[in-house]
Every structure is written in structure tokens, then in C-alpha cells.
């Protein structure tokens, strides 16, 4: 929000970030700083971080749209951008492995990932920034690891840790101090421009 609007951080709210971030950092280390030093990033794992810069320009622009663009048809004018983008991609892994075999499990899987965690999330994290704006809305995000953790614990048999519990309650903390601005949608709104003689 800094670089594209020139935005300065309330005090608040960039303690609430730092503080998130420093939990999502914590489970991502598994309580042990030292860890973050040892990472090796792949491929995979560069992709994923160049989609949180393009989230986060998505999230932008959630704010800028036009009042005659809805929300329903950014979303979709969205999708259909990317569905241009990695339709190179899915011909090459077509062409290079050749097409999926596809049952009725992976019928649902997708039908499940293309309503609930796309589209209808989409929809709602549209209306939370709409309604609280980009910075406090986009905070939220670190709660991700947090669910993938107790999702992973409930359906996947895994762990919880200790570290886990620490990285919740920083990212919670970090999530409480960015709602505190007494007016959040000035996190929607651009930087105040000089007014211009006539």
C-alpha cells in the first residue's frame, strides 16, 4: 500500500503487521529462528511467493475498480485473465504427460475447490475489503498457515506444537492491533492530493 499509493503505516497498524508476520515466520521455522536461515526455496516454492505479490495487487485494485464494474464481474474479468495466463502451462503438461485420467473423486475435488475455497471465498474476502479496505482485509491473510495447521491436524492426522500456539497467537495479536485504526477505511483510500488552481 506504501509503494502503490504512498500510504504511510499508522503505528498500530504496522506493529500489527510486523507482529503477524513474525507469527506466520515462527511457524514457518518451527520455533527455531534458526531454521529460516537453512531454507531452500525451489521453483514451486518462487511461484508461490511471486502469487502472494500479485494477491496483494489484487487486493489493491479490489479498492480501485470502477463503480460501474461489480464485484461478480471483476472476479470473473480476474478469472478469465488468469485462465488466459496458465493455459500455456496446460497445454505444455498436456503435451508433455499427455491428459489426466479424471473420476468421479476428482470430479468432486475439483467442483469442490472451484465453489467454496475460489469463488465464494473470493466473494467474501471482496465484501471484507470493501467494507474494512486493503490493509486491515489483507492482514487476515496470515491466518493461513494458522488454518493449515488445524485442517491438517483434523484431517490429516498431523501434530499440533507448541510453536504452533505461539505463531496464533502472534498472528491473532497482529490481526487485533490492524482493526484497531479508529477509522478503517482510511486504508482504502488513496493519498490526499494538492488541489490544482482553476
Known amino acids: 500500500m506504501m509503494l502503490w499509493r504512498g500510504r504511510t503505516a499508522h503505528r498500530i497498524e504496522g ?3 510486523v507482529l503477524s508476520s513474525i507469527g506466520v515466520l515462527f511457524i514457518l521455522g518451527h520455533g527455531d529462528w534458526r531454521a529460516l536461515l537453512e531454507l531452500r526455496f525451489r521453483p514451486s516454492d518462487l511461484l508461490l511467493i511471486a502469487g502472494m505479490f500479485v494477491w496483494a495487487y489484487y487486493t489493491i ?4 475498480r470502477h463503480g460501474h464494474l461489480s464485484l461478480t464481474a471483476f472476479i470473473f474479468l480476474c478469472a478469465a485473465l488468469g485462465l488466459v495466463l496458465a493455459s500455456p502451462l496446460l497445454v505444455f503438461e498436456i503435451w508433455t504427460k499427455g ?13 469442490y475447490l472451484g ?16 467494507s474494512v479496505g486493503a490493509v486491515q482485509a489483507g492482514v487476515f491473510t496470515h491466518l493461513v498457515p494458522v488454518f493449515t495447521a488445524i485442517f491438517a491436524a483434523l484431517f490429516l492426522g498431523e501434530k499440533l506444537h507448541a510453536y ?4 496464533f497467537v502472534l498472528i491473532a ?12 477505511m482510511l486504508s482504502s483510500r488513496p493519498a490526499a492530493r494538492a488541489p490544482t488552481a482553476r
Not at 485494485?61 to 480501485?64: F, G, K, N, P, S
Not at 495479536?173 to 478503517?184: F, H, Y
Open 99 to 111: 491428459l489426466p485420467s479424471v473420476g468421479a473423486r476428482d470430479t468432486l475435488g475439483i467442483l
Open 61 to 64: 485494485r479490489l479498492t480501485e
Open 173 to 184: 495479536g497482529g490481526a487485533i492491533l490492524c482493526c484497531l485504526r479508529p477509522d478503517p
Open 15 to 17: 506493529a500489527g503487521l
Open 164 to 167: 504452533h500456539a505461539v505463531g
Open 115 to 130: 465453489t467454496l475455497p475460489t469463488l465464494v471465498a473470493m466473494m467474501l474476502f471482496g465484501q471484507g475489503v470493501a
